[in-house]
């Protein structure tokens, strides 16, 4: 007889026997059910830690750079890129669902965190000691970012807020020029490099004046023509800046396949955040003086406006073949803009007054397409079996950056006075990797884990820059130096 039973029986031979004495009391049947959560950070062996969903969600956090800053042993730089142990964001490497990242930035190789919205992941892993499950390329520690996964319930979730800063929001900032599709990020050719300069640049020619000698080069007309087809557009507007806000939109269900005990789950996200901040820094140089004590030798006042927007979505569907066994496939989009219109005013030790204009819209944005596969055998000595396979393509475009500077009142004729700047950067990666564990059991209860995995990265990275700028030490052009950018380079002149 099993236990269940024979407690089952003692307890009917005691409410037997007191029924004589008094009628014993009828209990109601009361079921408990509860969800085992595992603490992944307890459970592991290794020196981590886990941030989840709710803990963005409690914390408010727009993004991952925002998220990592509160874990101990990491830090962020410039707002975007982590720092384990102190050590910079090379000695450390990036993970989506397990597979390698490019990076959008043309001197970084890892990618920028500020690219992730919290709105799409589940969870980070930071780990800041080497396992065999992660790839060994790491001096500081391995980010594991994980996306949302599909869901086993129907849910429709729209959220939105609302902020505002005190020294931006409703109040002058300074704003430039653009196209109709400023609004989602993406520049819909307004800032694009002229056609007659760039077929003229084809191959990497460089617009030099005609040699004779040489046989190459352009005539003074061809030079004047690729000039004028620039947009003469350098003076910033100053406009009232709205307040910053955010809305996001998910969605998920399932299916279940008839009687074959097969599942069909699928969820679709969607992000978009517009943010602005206005950035006043006052930079003073004070240099020690006999005569005078401290003599300041420079004084710099930088004003920008920055502006941000954000959009990701990702898509995930997944079939549940057993309940042990699924196979998922995840697609992420993410796009970041940032347009910053600055200007410093003040005075250096060579000029005794300075003025700098500078104009960025920087486009960056990743894609990534994964086919990833559990398969987990119970009585196969815990047989596990993860696969994966990601294309992954990382993109920073920025076209037309603009910066001039006046010294003492005049446009700078140094080769950096006045540049325009056209920059692509494109990096692709495919990732495929295979990860098996088992568990043996011996004697005293002990249990030996092995692993074995495999993974092939292919990346290639393609970047060009392309900088112009206006010859302007020409002596006719002398006397309109004074005057505004966009007058000196009228078509009259």
Request: hydrophobic content about 35%; charged content about 25%; overall charge negative.
């Amino acid at each position: 007889m099993s236990r269940r039973k024979m407690l089952a029986l003692c307890v009917a031979s005691a409410v037997s026997s007191m029924a004589t004495a008094q009628q014993a009391p009828e209990i109601q049947e009361i079921s408990i059910i509860g969800q085992f959560v595992p603490d992944e950070k307890r459970s592991t062996d290794q020196v981590s830690n886990v941030i989840g969903e709710e803990q963005f969600t409690r914390s408010g956090d727009a993004n991952i750079a925002e998220g990592l800053k509160r874990i101990s042993g990491l830090s962020t730089v410039g707002g975007k890129f982590v720092y384990v142990r102190g050590l910079g964001e090379r000695y450390s490497t990036t993970l989506l669902n397990g597979a390698i990242l490019p990076s959008p930035e043309p001197i970084n190789r890892v990618v920028p965190m500020d690219l992730f919205p919290t709105a799409i992941l589940d969870s980070v892993l930071v780990q800041k000691t080497y396992s065999a499950q992660y790839p060994s390329e790491f001096g500081g520690g391995v980010l594991q970012m994980r996306t949302k996964k599909s869901t086993d319930e129907f849910f429709w979730n729209v959220t939105g807020s609302l902020g505002m800063l005190d020294n931006t929001s409703f109040k002058n900032g300074y704003t430039m020029p653009g196209g109709d599709t400023d609004w989602l990020g993406i520049d819909d050719g307004y800032r694009d490099l002229p056609d007659v300069v760039k077929q003229a640049t084809a191959g990497g020619n460089k617009i030099v004046p005609f040699s004779r000698f040489t046989g190459v080069g352009f005539t003074e007309e061809e030079i004047q023509t690729f000039g004028q087809a620039f947009r003469n557009e350098y003076m910033p507007d100053q406009e009232d800046i709205p307040a910053n806000f955010d809305l996001t939109t998910s969605l998920g269900n399932f299916h279940e396949l008839g009687d074959s005990g097969m599942q069909v789950n699928y969820l679709a996200a969607l992000d978009y955040s517009n943010s602005w901040n206005t950035l006043e820094i006052e930079q003073n140089t004070w240099v020690p003086n006999t005569e005078q004590g401290l003599f300041q030798q420079e004084g710099i006042d930088y004003t920008g406006t920055e502006h941000s927007i954000d959009v990701s979505a990702i898509a995930t569907a997944g079939l549940d073949i057993t309940p042990t066994q699924n196979i998922r496939f995840t697609s992420v989009m993410l796009r970041k803009t940032d347009d910053r219109t600055a200007v410093s005013t003040g005075f250096t030790e060579a000029a005794s007054e300075l003025l700098i204009t500078e104009n960025e819209w920087i486009e960056r944005e990743m894609f990534s397409n994964q086919l990833q596969g559990d398969h987990y055998f119970p009585d196969q000595n815990e047989l596990a079996i993860v696969w994966r396979y990601s294309n992954i393509t990382a993109e920073r475009d920025a076209p037309d950056n603009r910066d001039y500077r006046y010294d003492a009142g005049e446009l700078s004729t140094r080769p950096n006075g006045n540049v325009r700047r056209f920059s692509a950067l494109q990096d692709e990666v495919d990732d495929f990797g295979l990860d098996v564990s088992m568990v043996f059991y011996g004697p005293l209860s002990s249990t030996i884990t092995t692993r074995a995995g495999y993974v092939n990265n292919e990346k290639t990275r393609d970047s060009e820059i392309r900088r112009y700028a206006f010859d302007v030490g020409a002596r006719s052009l002398r006397p309109l130096l004074t005057s505004p950018l966009e007058d000196i380079l009228a078509r009259d002149n």
